[in-house]
T-cell receptor, first 111, second 113 residues
Framework: ELKVEQNPLFLSMQEGKNYTIYCNYSTTSDRLYWYRQDPGKSLESLFVLLSNGAVKQEGRLMASLDTKARLSTLHITAAVHDLSATYFCAVDRDSNYQLIWGAGTKLIIKP | DAGVTQSPTHLIKTRGQQVTLRCSPISGHKSVSWYQQVLGQGPQFIFQYYEKEERGRGNFPDRFSARQFPNYSSELNVNALLLGDSALYLC????????????FGPGTRLTVT
């Protein structure tokens, strides 16, 4: 059974600091997704990582994938308050749009 | 272009009742997936349909059923509602055929009392 684990589950940090969210998964998988969710809202796609060593960056967020370690990271650089949200990673093992999700990391960035 | 749309936005049902949730994918998208998100948790995969056929089912009881119509819209039905069915139900659409992006609708918030 495919399992996806995120840590930490909760993170409170000051603006301007850097931090990393980790996503481990238990079996080989084709695709790794990162999504953002604001309170009471739907899911916003951030990144899709398809191959070992893939790195993608958008603004202050950078995601990477190590398929050998079954690990993805989401790095936040010089955090700003607007990045406060819950971040989810999800894995599509067989490229069939049947995503298995982590529990989410609730990120609070204090001004 | 319109994104994924879902209806209704919110609804309140009583235990034992039945509910139907609706989803319209992005124009041209042929794959629809349904997810259940209980408050404070990550989404759980329920169903996936492609070209009107069920292609995958998550670990949900038979009270949950779905279908996809010729225009690729989809319905999720839940019978004999339980309190534990209270959740945000999310629909996602994809092009299929090797495309990897999934686009999520705004969700339907179901409350069972």
């Amino acid at each position: 059974e495919l399992k996806v684990e995120q840590n930490p589950l909760f993170l409170s940090m000051q603006e301007g600091k850097n931090y990393t969210i980790y996503c481990n998964y238990s079996t080989t998988s084709d695709r790794l997704y990162w999504y953002r969710q604001d309170p009471g809202k739907s899911l916003e796609s951030l990144f899709v990582l398809l191959s070992n060593g893939a790195v993608k960056q958008e603004g202050r967020l950078m995601a990477s994938l190590d398929t050998k370690a079954r690990l993805s990271t989401l790095h936040i650089t010089a955090a700003v308050h607007d990045l406060s949200a819950t971040y989810f990673c999800a894995v599509d093992r067989d490229s069939n749009y049947q995503l298995i999700w982590g529990a989410g990391t609730k990120l609070i960035i204090k001004p | 272009d319109a994104g994924v749309t879902q209806s209704p936005t919110h609804l309140i049902k009583t235990r034992g009742q039945q509910v139907t949730l609706r989803c319209s994918p992005i124009s041209g998208h042929k794959s629809v997936s349904w997810y259940q998100q209980v408050l404070g948790q990550g989404p759980q995969f329920i169903f996936q349909y492609y070209e009107k056929e069920e292609r995958g089912r998550g670990n949900f009881p038979d009270r949950f059923s779905a279908r996809q119509f010729p225009n690729y819209s989809s319905e999720l039905n839940v019978n004999a509602l339980l309190l534990g069915d209270s959740a945000l139900y999310l629909c996602a659409s994809s092009l299929g055929q090797g495309a990897y992006e999934q686009y999520f609708g705004p969700g339907t918030r179901l409350t069972v009392t």
